[in-house]
């Protein structure tokens, strides 16, 4: 008997590992927070021209990350406030974006412009946040239940930050020996 | 010649040889630390694989610590900077469609086309190891990329496109699982299966140094997807789909066949002659149609007398054991546990089991082959029975059948049920006669202490065989003489499609004679016997296997969405 569970161990452990294997897989992805340099690095690779890379500064409690990709181009990642009315918030790094048709708003950092551009006030809150500075821009795609939707846009601010390139290029230099710029 | 003193005067004991050493040739005993016949062998490939993937799982623990990351990333980006420094721009554009050999696109056409071979030639087995590990490349690519965060080579011009972080690199490892998936899955093993590993090295090289000059890798990042695409996939695949038991084989005709040639055919001559003191001259397939749960041979041996002597052997291995746990299983969900369906743990229970069942029915005085034993070729995964062979008897059925030959027929059933045995396989290819003799063959599914209802199953289709080279009326009339009729009667009551065997269910349809109706006419009427027994443990085994089906159907869902296959 025990020979034979011994003889179906690498069948079993392979169908179990199949099956369980999705189940880690799907813990949620992991957006660079702000201070970890290296992998943030990725985020500044993906824009070779953006002056500042968005990163994640606090996440507020009910929000997670619901999706971060990266690639030549562009860098996406999605937030999924729990009472945003079930639709998530999508952030997009891309070298340029239009901001036409959007208001001004106070600067979120020193040397980026912020605008708004509202879609629908009624019966959701939903648009666009920009935050727009030399070689790139930051797009937030929101669409909140009105309502709690004064709190959650304070609180996607407060989520994601604008890091400024030159520091991150400091930092992987001092820590890694890297150069994050093609000389 | 010095004798083993005698237990009893008067006798004089056994002759032994005066060598302290056993025998170069013939019978003997192996001594401790000697290897079996056939041993197991592991290519010295598989070790390296293992090697580099433990050597991988270390590297990616390195990774985390600093010192060792910016170690690393350093040669990297050195060796990266001498390529770039060969880079010629007219083969710039070259080597860029060179890196679209692994887009999703072509890995998608690769993988959903092994899939579709792999049901076409229902080889289900290579089906579901192939998606767990393409499954498992797939997930352990992208958690360890989640946890490394490695950047994109640093401090080169990167000319390609890339998608998500580099270590491991997703597409090389994609690539190379899906090709080692075509090699080791649809192209027989030899010749064939050299050329394709040949030419999956060749194409993902390729690749790999397009990644290179194009800088979108490190040469780390893709060595580790190597390792994991590559090496982790071939190990599998030789772990749990051996060419020895799963070959992968476009022939057609029953597959449970073993070669007998090259390395098994040596091992099966100095089996036999090492552990039952066998001079093998010749070993030949025999009767490979009849026989898929094992693998039926000739053998010719010289005695050491020098006569030739012709013996037939049945070689089982671990494919066979797993036919016949498969047959089982199935007939348990089918008709729940008519009988004793227990699948056989191991090959050497099931050899033993036969050889036993032979000595059994050779001690009742029933007409079947004389045993010789059974020799180990390969511990616990391959085992050869050895008995007589029945030279110039043809397959009963070839010709008309007298009287004597249906009473001989009958005669083995009667004589089954006195000592308290079932055969279970009473077919045509089964029954052998010569002469007037009628021999049966192939006991493998014989039970000692059968249910009623299987002994009545025997003789039901002893009947039926008898009667497709007689009629049902002579047939019925001569088993009246050693049988009741409310045997008989019980005997086609408990007879359905399921309990006659596939051959002699086939020979009936082609017959064009309805002989089991017939029979049930000229037997006593009765009542029909169940052959549908529900237990909890039926259920149980259905629920199971409705469970394994949804798994299944997940595993094939969150294999789709994982491997990006859509």
């Known amino acids: ?34 201070g970890t340099a290296r992998r943030l690095a990725i985020v500044a690779q993906s824009v070779p021209t953006a002056s500042y890379v968005p990163c994640l500064a606090t996440l507020p409690e009910g929000w997670e990350v619901t999706r971060f990709d990266v690639e030549s181009g562009h860098t996406r990642l999605s937030l999924a406030p729990d009472r945003g009315g079930g639709r998530d918030v999508d952030v997009e790094l891309s070298a340029e974006c239009d901001v036409a048709g959007a208001t001004p708003e106070p600067a979120r950092s020193p040397g980026a412009r912020t605008y708004l551009r509202l879609t629908t006030i009624s019966p959701r809150y939903a648009g666009t946040l920009f935050d727009v500075f030399a070689g790139g821009c930051v797009q937030y795609r929101f669409d909140f239940d009105r309502g709690p939707h004064i709190p959650l846009m304070e609180e996607l601010r407060d989520a994601v930050a604008l890091f400024p390139r030159r520091q991150l290029e400091l930092d992987l230099r001092r820590t890694y020996g890297v150069e994050l710029n093609v000389p | 010649m010095d004798r083993l003193s005698a237990s009893r005067e008067g006798q004089t004991g056994y002759p032994i040889s005066p060598r302290v050493a056993a025998a170069p040739s013939g019978r003997r005993r192996r ?25 991988t799982v270390a590297f990616w623990v390195g990774m985390a610590v600093r010192p060792i990351f910016t170690g690393v990333t350093a040669a990297d980006v050195a060796v990266l900077r001498g390529l770039t420094q060969l880079r010629w721009h007219p083969l710039n554009a070259t080597m860029e469609q060179i890196s679209t050999i692994g887009s999703g696109l072509a890995v998608r056409v690769l993988a959903w086309g092994t899939i579709g071979l792999l049901l076409v030639v229902r080889r289900f087995r290579h089906l579901v190891v192939y998606f767990a590990i393409a499954l498992v490349v797939a997930v352990v690519a992208a958690g360890v990329s989640q946890v490394l965060g490695r950047m994109r080579p640093t401090d080169v011009t990167i000319l390609g496109s890339w998608d998500g972080y580099s270590q491991p690199s997703r597409p090389v490892a994609a690539l190379a699982v899906v090709l080692a998936g075509v090699v080791y899955t649809l192209i027989p093993r030899g010749r ?42 071939v190990t599998v695949f030789r772990m749990m789909t051996p060419d020895d038991v799963f070959p992968v084989t476009y022939r057609r005709g029953k597959r449970a066949h073993l070669d007998l040639s090259g390395q098994r055919r040596s091992a099966i001559v100095k089996a036999l002659d090492a552990q039952l003191g066998l001079r093998v001259t010749a070993i030949e397939p025999f009767g490979l149609e009849g026989s898929a749960g094992s693998t039926p041979l000739r053998l010719l041996t010289s005695t050491w007398d020098g ?66 034993g059974f020799v180990e070729i390969t511990p616990e995964r391959e085992y050869l029975i050895v008995m007589e062979f029945f030279a110039g008897c043809s397959e009963i059925g070839s010709a008309r059948l007298t009287d004597t030959e249906i009473d001989r027929g009958l005669r083995i059933i009667r004589r089954m049920w006195e000592v308290g045995v079932a055969h279970r396989d009473i077919k045509p290819s089964n029954l052998l006669t010569r002469g007037g003799e009628v021999f049966l063959i192939d006991v493998a599914f014989a039970t000692v202490r059968p249910t009623p209802w299987r002994e009545a199953v025997d003789l039901a289709n002893m009947m039926l065989t008898l009667a497709l080279a007689s009629s049902a009326q002579q047939v019925y009339s001569r088993a009246l003489l050693q049988f009741a009729a409310d045997d008989i009667a019980e005997a086609f009551a408990a007879s359905r499609s399921v309990t006659i065997p596939t051959q002699l269910r086939t020979r009936l349809r082609n017959d064009g004679r309805d002989l089991l109706p017939e029979f049930r006419r000229l037997a006593p009427q009765r009542k029909p016997v169940s052959i549908q027994l529900w237990s909890v443990q039926r259920i149980g085994v259905l629920v199971a296997v409705i469970v394994a089906v949804l798994v299944a159907a997940a595993m094939l869902a969150a294999f789709v969405q994982l491997a990006g296959l859509i």
């Open chain 2, 31 to 55: 001594p401790s630390g000697e290897a079996p016949p056939l041993p197991r062998q592991v290519e010295r490939s598989t070790v390296w694989y293992v090697a580099a993937a433990v050597a």
């Open chain 2, 192 to 233: 064939w299966r050299r050329r394709g590993v040949w030419g999956a090295v060749a194409i993902i090289g390729l690749f790999c140094l397009a990644r290179l000059y194009l800088a979108v890798d490190h040469p780390t990042d893709v060595i580790a997807a190597l390792a994991l695409g590559w090496a982790l996939p």
């Open chain 1, 1 to 34: 008997m025990s020979s034979r569970r011994h003889r179906s161990l690498p069948v079993v452990t392979a169908l179990a590992t199949a099956f369980l294997m999705p189940a880690c897989a799907t813990v949620g992805p992991s957006a660079p927070a702000c």
């Open chain 2, 307 to 372: 006569d030739e002597v012709t013996l037939f052997g049945k070689l089982y291995a671990l494919s066979h054991l797993r036919s016949d746990r498969w047959y089982k299983f199935v007939r348990t969900i089918r008709y729940g546990r008519l009988e004793d369906e227990k699948p056989f743990s191991t090959v050497r229970r099931l050899v033993e089991y036969e050889d036993h069942l032979l000595r059994l029915l050779r001690d009742a005085g029933l007409p079947t082959p004389v045993p010789h």
